[in-house]
Structure formats: C-alpha cells, structure tokens
C-alpha cells in the first residue's frame, strides 16, 4: 500500500489535439507543443527528467534515455472540455452529455427568476472574458449596484461584483440562490463568484473568487478514499469542483506559486491520503487570455519548484502530474481546447522508464489511485498500477 498519492492538475497544460477535436472548432491546439514551437522551445528541465519530452515530440523539450518516473498521455472520454468534466474524469466519472452551455447568455426566464430571488437587476447576461467585462461593465455596476452576470464556453454562471458594492458574503449568498436554480434542465456546471476591486480604468479581480459546482453523478474516488478512512486535503478550487464531497482538509490559493505552498505544507503536516491539487493559473491568467509568453513562464515557475516538491516526497510516496484539459493560448480565440493530456507518475515504488502509451481515459488515474491503496471501488477506468510499480 502506498501511503500517499499527491496528484497535482496543471490546469489547462493539454498535450496535443484529441482525434475528436474538430468537432469541438480545436483542430490543431497543442497547448505545450504550440507554446514551445512559437516561442523557439520551452526548457522544462525537471519534468523533462520525469519523461514529459517523452511523452510526445514537442520542440524544445527534450526525450532522455532513462526518464525517473512512468509518462504518458490520456485522452478525454467524456464529452465537453472543462474543468469539471475533466476532474470529474480523473476522479473517475465519464459524462455522455455534455454540460450545458449558454453561448448566446441566459434565457429571459432564467434572468427574470434570478433577478426576483436576488431582489435586484442584473446587467450584462452574455458570454464574455471576465476581465474585459468588469472593464466595460464594471462601471456601470458601482453606479446601479446591479450585478454583472456572464458565461463563457464553459457550462458556467458567472457573477461579478466589486467588493465595496456588493460584499463577498452577499455576492457567495448570490451565487448559491444561482446554484439552487440552474439544476436539472437548466443545469450548469459551476456558478463562479468573481469578485472584484479598485476604481474605474483599474478594476482587477480578487483571490475571493469561489466556486459552487453540480454534486458528480456517481460516486468517485475522493469519496471512496474518505470511506476507506483516508485523508482526502484540496489544494486550490479542487474543494469547489466536488462540491466538497469526500474532502477531509482544504486550502484556496492565491496562485501557482501559493499553491505549491500550499501542496508543500500538506505535505509537510500529513503522511497519509491523497493530497489532490489544482493550479489554475496557466489556464485563467494566461491560456485565456492568448499570452504564450506568460503561460510560457508559469510552465518554468512551475518546473522550477518540482525538486522541492521530490524533496519532501516520503518512501512509498506517489506523485501524479497531469491536466483537466487544454487552453491553447496561440489559437485564434480564448476557449479551452479538447487534448490530450499528460501523465508522468514518479515515486521510489515506482519504476523507471515506463512508457504508459494512451490511457483511454482519465478515468485511469482514479482508478490507479484507489488501487494503490487497496480500496474496493466501482469507477470507470482501467488501474494501470500493475504496470508501474516496482
């Protein structure tokens, strides 16, 4: 039995296009592969080690004889490409349907029944980037004190408030009377909060943001690994995605490198469980809002923290890297990107050097997880445990 698994989501880092892609308007993204090309190679010398350059041929990253840990990729099951539908997957749940979307905004009725239940209007109602909203918006909402609600391609309901207008605590109450609403057929995935602060010409969003996410269909792997009596600590907005089931301990982050922090300290302070952890930066600060060279960066800041993360891994420790989806931020608009994404595993109980191929799902990491720690379990995917340890 392993004592730990520390799974950590690069959010958004896709490896490459599905076979699928073009049906999602995706053909072509490779979220590494395209952001090493355009900037003449990403050295990523740490997670090279592991066997990310192994994985696939992405210029600048390099393949190594003997890479320290097992690498390869796995494709999306599921339908959709957002966060949800790809924790969901790695945790072990697949959706034949995708979630609802709204890419021409809300319908009157929705609008009508949230603005009575909230007990004011709203404005703005259309899908949009949440930082160019607040800037053409934000305005008019500290006028009015009206709301700004918008979505994106993901199944999302998104509010937006300046902090001195509306308070956190009133926007979270918001967003919850939005949650109870948009279930069944008007069902989204996440409603997010999206707080904000500073004057006009200068508004930027705070860490206040929080997310209130659909219960999964299915039990999956953070409650089975809390019924077997293990500790299950949320590291970023994992607590939100799973609307807290199966969580034992949770930390929110400021960003990646907080977030690292934060894995660090879970590290630090327990020896058992899973520590399952989201790094939501490259994906909201950088693929987004097309910026290869910032997204570029975070990649490096990210590499450069892996020793120290090894550093404090105990014996029969297992680390997983991997992603929730792709965000090419060099293809023409802002939208996540249905690809592959990467899977490099490293432990001292697990071998060296192996090429795990094309997972079918990413439903195969949940289910290598429960395996390792010997948990009866029902969810989807194919344990590849075998395959890897020593």
Known sequence: MSKRAIIIVLDSVG???LPD????????????????????????????????????????????????GAFGRCAEASKGKDTITGHWEISGVI?????????DGFSEEIIK??????????????????????KELGEEHVKTGYPIVYTSADSVFQIAAHEEVISVPELYNMCQIARDMLVGERSVGRVIARPFV?????????????DYALNPPIKMMLQYMHEAGQGVMAVGKIEDIFNKLGV????????????????????????????????????????????????????????????????????????????????DPTMPGTDHSREYIPLLVYGNSIKENVNLGTKK???????????????????????????IRK
């Not at 959706?95 to 890419?103: A, G």
């Not at 289910?367 to 969810?379: E, H, P, Q, R």
């Open 15 to 17: 490896i490459g296009a």
């Open 21 to 68: 892609a073009e049906l999602y308007g995706d053909k072509g993204s490779n979220t590494i592969g395209n952001i090493s090309k355009k900037l003449g190679g990403l050295k990523l010398k740490n997670m090279e080690a592991l066997g990310l350059g192994n994985i696939d041929d992405i210029k600048g990253i390099d393949s190594v004889d003997m890479p320290k």
């Open 95 to 103: 959706l034949e349907e995708p979630l609802n979307t709204y890419p």
């Open 113 to 134: 029944d949230f603005e009575e239940k909230i007990g004011r209007k709203i404005i703005g109602n259309k899908v949009a980037s949440g930082t160019e909203i607040i």
């Open 198 to 210: 500073g004057e006009v010409g200068s508004f930027t969003r705070t860490a206040n943001r929080r």
């Open 248 to 327: 034992t301990d949770a930390v929110h982050n400021k960003n990646n490198m907080n977030g690292v922090d934060n894995i660090i300290e879970y590290m630090k302070m327990s020896k058992d469980g899973l520590i399952f952890a989201n790094l939501v930066d490259f994906d909201m600060n950088y693929g987004h809002r097309n910026d290869p060279e910032g997204y570029a960066q975070a990649l490096l800041d990210f590499d450069n923290r892996v020793p120290e993360i090894l550093d404090n891994m105990d014996e029969d420790d297992v680390l997983i890297i991997t992603a929730d989806h792709g965000c």
């Open 361 to 387: 799902s990413f439903c195969d990491i949940g289910k290598t997880v429960l395996d390792m720690f010997n948990v009866d379990n029902d969810i989807n995917g194919e344990s590849f445990y075998k395959e």
